[in-house]
Each structure stands twice: as C-alpha cells, then as structure tokens.
C-alpha cells in the first residue's frame, strides 16, 4: 500500500442501496434460482455458475444481455431498471455544481447510461473507455464535468487528481481492478479527501462484492457461495 508513503488524505467510502423494481427483482430471481429468465425480447441464460455471477451483477446494474429463444446466440442488450441511474443523478445534485465528479462502470450499458445522464443533467461530458479516450495524461475538467470511466480502461496511468467525488456505479470481480481505477483520484497530487460513493442494489450480491475488494478476499468465491446483502 503507497497510501502511506504518499502521505494522502483519507477516502472516505459510502454505500447508497437502491431498491431494483418489480422487473429486475424477477429476473434477478429466476436467474439466481434457476441459472434461466424470459425478458419481452427474448432470454437471459447464465450457462454455468461463473457466468451466472456476471449476469447478476449486469441485472443489479439494470440491463441484461438477452439471447434468442431458438439460436442460443446474444442479439442485444435490454435495459431492465434505472434505479443505479436516478442514484447516480441524486448523488451528482448533492455536489457543488462547478465540482466535477467521475462516475466508474463496468458494463458498456451504463457507461452509455451515464452519458444520458450527463446530457439531461446538461452537465460537460467526458469519457474513458474501449470507444472513447477524452483523458491522455491529466484530466483537466470543466466546472462540474462528469468523466465516466469503464472500470477496464481505468486501469492505465492518467491523473484524475482534479476530482475528489467518485461514484461507483458498477464494478467487477477483481481487487486489482478496483484498486487501479480507484487510484486514478486517490494517487500523488490529490489535495482533498477522495469520496467514494458505491451503488448497490439492495437483496443482490453487489454489497458484497464490494465489501470483499474492500477487504481484497476472494470475490467469486464469496459470491458463489451465496453472500448477498439485504
């Protein structure tokens, strides 16, 4: 740990539940019960136990990838819930209005769900991920530009340093990942204590997941044996 060493403000972390709606809460339990979920377009199949783990987290964060009945193949993705969305927006109004904030996300759907977001809100926009790379070396944003970051593309070495409001809208299975894009605010340069805001939705695995990076335990083995939070 270089925390330390730096001499850095502390994090601070917090964990917002949200409440999935009637749609999600089905999915999310017949997935979870039975590996297998019919959805207005078609199925959602979680093959084997490790793929079940990613399917549940992709409905805790509102969309599923939906394969069709006969061919077994994905065609799209289908967004299911926007609780983590509208948690997300609230949690932006609470912020100053000229301080920036970075949003991380796992899946593509919520990067681009952020992105809406950022245009409704008519906030600047920003983006680092597999389609877009806004930051090179250090972000410098705009008053109350909102930088979305796909968790995968976080990892590389620019500063964020600007930003000391984080929200974790998704995230996966590996501490190192985690660590890394978290590192981008939370690095040499920082001034202020870094906040860090996790989604989660509440009776699904997400709350666990974090508290097993936070603690860097197995999370997939926690997850596969039935850990969830409430």
């Known amino acids: 740990d270089k925390r330390p060493c730096l001499d850095l403000p502390p994090v601070v972390p917090s964990f917002i539940?949200?409440?999935?709606?009637?749609?999600?809460?089905?999915?999310?339990?017949?997935?979870?019960?039975?590996?297998?979920?019919?959805?207005?377009?078609?199925?959602?199949?979680?093959?084997?136990?490790l793929?079940?783990?990613t399917r549940l987290l992709?409905?805790?964060?509102?969309?599923?990838?939906?394969?069709?009945?006969?061919?077994?193949?994905?065609?799209?993705?289908?967004?299911?819930?926007?609780?983590?969305?509208?948690a997300c927006r609230d949690i932006i109004e609470s912020i100053p209005?000229?301080?920036?904030?970075?949003?991380?996300?796992?899946?593509?759907?919520?990067?681009?769900?952020?992105?809406?977001?950022?245009?409704?809100m008519s906030r600047p926009y920003a983006e680092v991920s597999g389609r877009r790379h806004d930051?090179?070396?250090?972000?410098?944003?705009e008053p109350g530009e909102i930088l979305c970051i796909s968790q995968m593309a976080g990892q590389t070495g620019f500063d964020c340093t600007a930003c000391c409001n984080v929200i974790v809208y998704s995230c996966d299975a590996v501490p190192g990942?985690?660590?890394?894009?978290?590192?981008?605010?939370?690095?040499?340069?920082?001034?202020?204590?870094?906040?860090?805001?996790h989604l989660y939705a509440r009776g699904t695995k997400d709350l666990g997941v974090y508290r097993s990076l936070e603690s860097k335990?197995?999370?997939?083995?926690?997850v596969l044996s039935g850990g969830s939070a409430g």
């Open 97 to 120: 209005p000229d301080e920036p904030v970075g949003v991380i996300c796992r899946f593509v759907p919520n990067v681009l769900q952020v992105e809406a977001l950022a245009r409704h």
């Open 58 to 86: 992709q409905i805790a964060s509102g969309h599923v990838g939906v394969e069709d009945a006969d061919t077994g193949k994905q065609r799209w993705v289908e967004q299911i819930d926007d609780s983590k969305t509208k």
């Open 177 to 197: 990942n985690y660590e890394q894009v978290i590192g981008r605010f939370d690095r040499a340069g920082q001034q202020r204590s870094v906040s860090v805001s």
């Open 135 to 141: 930051v090179r070396a250090v972000w410098k944003p």
């Open 51 to 53: 793929v079940k783990v």
């Open 17 to 49: 539940p949200v409440d999935l709606g009637p749609e999600a809460r089905r999915v999310y339990k017949e997935v979870n019960d039975h590996f297998v979920s019919e959805v207005k377009s078609g199925v959602v199949n979680a093959s084997n136990a």
């Open 217 to 222: 335990q197995g999370v997939i083995s926690q």
